[in-house]
Nanobody, 120 residues
Framework: QVQLVESGGGLVQAGGSLRLSCVAAGSIFSIDAMGWYRQAPGKQREVVATITSGGSTNYADSVRGRFTISRDNAKKSVYLQMNSLKPEDTALYYC??????????????WGQGTQVTVSS
């Protein structure tokens, strides 16, 4: 069984920074893509940033140049460095991991969410 544990959210003033972390605990054979998504109240969940197993990254236009996604395969972890935060970045942030628990068994899981609140 795989569990995704997130940390690093909190309350910060506009212009500040936060670093989110997500670690995959449990039996994993290999990890493919990893990513961060967010959901603000009354809105649909949206992609923030993704990173492939080869390290290729993609960002939402709203965060490009301010956020940086990275991963540490040895630690089965993905990170999101968020700089120059804006009030509109306020949301519940979720990590997503696409992996295999065995060579034939795919896994697509979500963390429990970590709240990021940016005050103006």
């Amino acid at each position: 069984q795989v569990q995704l544990v997130e940390s690093g959210g909190g309350l910060v003033q506009a212009g500040g920074s936060l670093r989110l972390s997500c670690v995959a605990a449990g039996s994993i054979f290999s990890i493919d893509a990893m990513g961060w998504y967010r959901q603000a109240p009354g809105k649909q969940r949206e992609v923030v940033a993704t990173i492939t197993s080869g390290g290729s990254t993609n960002y939402a236009d709203s965060v490009r140049g301010r956020f940086t996604i990275s991963r540490d395969n040895a630690k089965k972890s993905v990170y999101l460095q968020m700089n120059s935060l804006k009030p509109e970045d306020t949301a519940l942030y979720y990590c997503n991991v696409k992996a295999r628990t065995t060579w034939y068994a795919p896994y697509d899981g979500w963390g429990q969410g970590t709240q990021v609140t940016v005050s103006s």
